[in-house]
């Protein structure tokens, strides 16, 4: 017996890293929850910021992963209030008249980004010293980041109050690649992938530093994904999405220890790519 | 040379009780905006979920008290929505523009609620030996408690961010009552103020422990609200509003350190009213 997971957000970098590593794994039967959809996929087409829209996605599933919402620190309030605020009300509305056991959620690094802008850029040094855990009181960096502790809020709000959803599994996802550029800060045939760095400046060497501090590889996001839809003991926790990297800041022993949470991929272990 | 502060949700519980204690103090120089007017005071007429509304009322102004917002934990999402979280984004841009330096923010216990939930009724025991101080994770126990957590939050965001508002005060107010009921479950003329409770039934005897462990006197709200008009150093912090009770579980010790919050009240102090 599958459990069934539906995907929300299903397309993004975080999304399709869960479809690579998790989409042929027997134990589950994805649905993928999207706005827009892919030839090479079935899509559930609807937008989160429309209750009704997305509400019979929700049947007959046993956990969601949220992914679905505005996902850029450049967003304005309005923006992260209709697709982040709204969006997550819709989403923990509909799994709890679904009666979904399970909700993962896409959270961020951003909840709590000012220990870093704070910091900055010495914080991206292996012998820094600062350890952020889940525990440390909120400091957004953004309407983005502000949105996302109100979701995961809202998220402990449901799951201590409501029969569904049981579990709830904040995951403040740091920094995950597209799947051509799973590499801390790009590889040598696409470069930097967002195109704003330049090689070779000061700003690209704090760059690569904080790629190594805050990456994610896909195949440990996955796992990380995998251990909180196996779990059946949390209520509500928040686990920080990085990879066993030298330079994090974030703690990684809470979800160690409580999910079995176990990396495979440290920052360090790339080098400079050829020129 | 007066301080010139504008006092938003003006008329409610909060806002009389400032309003009765501090109006008369020449180092202030009060502004009162409220949804309607009432014919004693000179009313700043406008709405905090529409910005063009509320702007003019902050040039000019020092501080801000920003009171204004639905009230209560038995709120839909979609009044906290508009009320609280878009009316919180509307003071602060406000705040922002009209380069006001203090902002004292009305939240409540309910952020940390279930803190109380979860230990209810023996928690209202003067033993019980619970401490909930400002660094507990957010517990919200409604929409409304997870609204005001985001307020905070989006406080923390523009002071930490912006060049105004310069500092900003979280009071998690817990139970003040009307100038009427100044007590911590009525009084004898007029008996238990929401009328909800049987008086000697079970009920009652709990209510009446858990506003002697829950109340803030209106004396000392208003002397926690000086403090932080006159304090010059917090950039953010989070205060609890209670009196000295012997059976509140909130930490006053933080408030006292920081801001010199002395509170002169406990509900013990009072007895069963009359019959």
Redesign the interface.
């Known amino acids: 017996m599958s459990t069934n997971v539906l995907l929300t957000g299903a397309f993004g970098r975080v999304g399709t890293a869960i479809i690579d590593q998790l989409a042929d794994d027997d134990r589950y039967e994805f649905t993928y929850l999207n706005r827009s959809d892919r030839d090479e996929y079935d899509t559930f087409v609807a937008d989160v910021s429309d209750l009704e829209s997305i509400r019979p996605a929700f049947d007959g599933q046993d956990a969601v992963i949220h992914l679905a919402g505005y996902p850029e620190t450049d967003g304005t ?1 309005e923006q992260t ?1 209709d697709n982040n ?2 969006g997550m ?1 819709n989403a923990l509305e509909a799994a709890k008249e679904a009666e979904v056991e399970t909700f993962v959620f896409g959270s961020t690094n951003h909840v709590v980004g ?1 220990y870093e ?1 704070d910091n900055a850029p010495e914080i991206y040094s292996p012998d820094f010293g600062l350890t952020v855990d889940e ?1 440390a ?7 983005y ?3 996302k ?2 979701d ?3 998220g ?2 449901y799951v ?2 409501f029969e569904y959803p049981k579990r709830f599994y904040a995951l403040r996802i740091c920094s995950v690649r597209h799947e051509a550029y799973d590499h801390p800060y790009g590889d040598a045939e696409h470069g930097v992938d967002d195109g704003r760095w330049e090689r070779r400046s000061e700003e690209y060497e704090e760059m690569v530093a904080r790629m190594k501090a805050m990456w994610q590889s896909r195949r440990d996001l996955a796992q990380m994904v995998e251990r909180c839809l196996e779990d059946d003991e949390v209520e509500f926790d928040v686990f920080y999405g990085v990879s066993d990297n030298d330079r994090r800041w974030f703690d990684i022993d809470h979800a160690r220890d409580v999910i079995g949470y176990d990396p495979q991929d440290n920052g360090e272990e790339w080098d400079e790519p050829p020129a």
């Open positions: 309030f209030l605020i709204r009300y000012m802008v525990d009181p909120h400091r957004p960096d953004s309407y980041g502000a949105s502790a109100y995961e809020d809202l402990r709000y201590e109050n």
